[in-house]
């Protein structure tokens, strides 16, 4: 029996990125649906009725919504190539740091986009204490979960957004200099063949933050 995998998705969308990767490392074959989040298809809303939002992953006709319970839903599936540990432990702390990044770092992210003057400073420095946080988790490690690019990588691809966001929008925020193991975390992941296949072009990326800037947050 062939399986039956789509993606409900946009393209600009960081949270719709993050399942391709996931579904591009384990070699899974699926149609990508691009939304319209101006005007959501009823397929969306069918799908995903409580809370009306991508990415959606409908397997075999059975929808899962938010995008860190697809991944987990998608290793579990899909067990070649796994993205989450097998260790007990490792596992719970991959979904810690996942979790710290979606609940800490995104909201302060898309904060300091519409925050200006003094505010804006303040969310910049607390987005820099996180980042140090996450600098500390990182260390001397190739990706957070290793050797290889793992489920917090993919769900740090919203650090991937803020390097974009700080360019279009002239901002220093994650520099080299003050975060240079992080860099390298980012040059290694931009490399990798899958993630970068899965990136949208850089100078429509750009547009996109700079049409975006000021508008409401995006949601997850």
Same mark, same amino acid.
């Given at each position: 029996? &062939?399986?039956?995998?789509?993606?409900?998705? &946009?393209?600009?969308?960081?949270?719709?990125?993050?399942?391709?990767?996931? #579904?591009?490392?384990?070699?899974?074959?699926?149609?990508?649906?691009?939304?319209?989040?101006?005007?959501?298809?009823?397929? !969306?809303?069918?799908?995903?009725?409580?809370? %009306?939002?991508?990415?959606?992953?409908?397997?075999?006709?059975?929808?899962?919504?938010?995008?860190?319970?697809?991944?987990?839903?998608?290793? /579990?599936?899909?067990?070649?190539?796994?993205?989450?540990?097998?260790?007990?432990?490792?596992?719970?702390?991959?979904?810690?740091?996942?979790?710290?990044?979606?609940?800490?770092?995104?909201?302060?992210? &898309?904060?300091?986009?519409?925050?200006?003057?003094?505010?804006?400073?303040?969310?910049?420095?607390?987005?820099? /204490?996180?980042?140090? &946080? #996450?600098?500390?988790?990182?260390?001397?490690? %190739?990706?957070?979960?290793?050797?290889? !690019?793992?489920?917090?990588?993919?769900?740090?691809?919203?650090?991937?957004?803020?390097?974009?966001?700080?360019?279009?929008?002239?901002?220093?925020?994650?520099?080299?200099?003050?975060?240079?193991?992080?860099?390298?975390?980012?040059?290694? #992941?931009?490399?990798?063949?899958?993630? %970068?296949?899965?990136?949208?072009?850089? /100078?429509?990326?750009?547009?996109?933050?700079?049409?975006?800037?000021?508008?409401?947050?995006?949601?997850?």
């Amino acid at each position: 029996m &062939t399986e039956e995998v789509k993606l409900f998705g &946009t393209w600009a969308s960081i949270f719709s990125r993050r399942i391709e990767v996931a #579904l591009k490392l384990k070699g899974v074959q699926f149609e990508y649906i691009e939304e319209n989040l101006s005007n959501k298809s009823p397929a !969306l809303l069918k799908y995903n009725p409580v809370h %009306k939002k991508i990415p959606v992953l409908v397997h075999n006709g059975k929808p899962v919504a938010e995008s860190l319970v697809i991944l987990e839903y998608i290793d /579990e599936t899909w067990k070649h190539n796994p993205i989450l540990p097998t260790d007990p432990y490792e596992k719970a702390m991959a979904r810690f740091w996942a979790k710290y990044i979606d609940d800490k770092l995104w909201p302060a992210v &898309t904060k300091v986009l519409v925050s200006k003057g003094e505010e804006q400073k303040g969310v910049i420095e607390e987005i820099q /204490e996180q980042l140090k &946080t #996450l600098e500390s988790e990182l260390k001397e490690k %190739k990706f957070f979960g290793g050797e290889s !690019l793992g489920f917090v990588d993919i769900a740090a691809n919203i650090i991937v957004f803020l390097l974009v966001a700080q360019e279009a929008l002239g901002m220093e925020i994650l520099t080299e200099e003050k975060f240079p193991v992080l860099h390298g975390w980012y040059q290694r #992941l931009v490399d990798d063949a899958v993630f %970068k296949e899965c990136m949208p072009p850089r /100078e429509q990326h750009l547009s996109s933050v700079k049409v975006w800037f000021g508008s409401s947050t995006p949601s997850k």
